[in-house]
């Protein structure tokens, strides 16, 4: 599987971008897919996180500074993983990476177990 990110650039706080993720191959139903960014201090952290169509649980997962403002979303027809970034604050720019993951969704938060990653797209918030 590979992962192509696309949609970011530079933005006013309180504006808004949409981050694009589409994945080559025919299984992409089927992986746990997230958003991570990754600031200067090269921490990368996950974002959001939405499972696979087999999944019966949860629907997605946000990390608290971004709940409320960030939507992710899957279009399965189009093999795409979609984050819908609104008011955004200085503190979201970072490098968003979009990963794909074959574990079990409870899993979401663990990095180690994202076993594809996009090339990451740069996002930058001027206050």
């Known amino acids: 599987v590979q992962l192509q990110a696309s949609g970011g650039g530079s933005a006013q706080a309180g504006a808004s971008l949409r981050l694009s993720c589409e994945a080559s191959?025919?299984?992409?139903?089927?992986?746990?897919m997230a958003w991570f960014r990754q600031d200067t201090g090269n921490v990368r952290t996950v974002v959001a996180a939405?499972?696979?169509?087999?999944?019966?649980?949860?629907?997605?997962y946000y990390a608290d500074s971004v709940k409320d403002r960030f939507t992710v979303s899957r279009d399965n027809a189009k093999n795409t993983v979609f984050l819908q970034m609104n008011n955004l604050k200085p503190d979201d720019s970072a490098v968003y990476y979009c990963?794909?993951?074959?574990?079990?969704?409870?899993?979401?938060?663990?990095?180690?177990?994202?076993?594809?990653w996009g090339q990451g797209t740069l996002v930058t918030v001027s206050s």
């Open positions: 939405v499972p696979p169509t087999s999944w019966n649980g949860a629907s997605t």
């Open positions: 191959g025919r299984t992409f139903s089927r992986y746990v």
């Open positions: 990963a794909a993951s074959d574990a079990h969704f409870s899993d979401y938060w663990n990095e180690a177990m994202y076993i594809y």
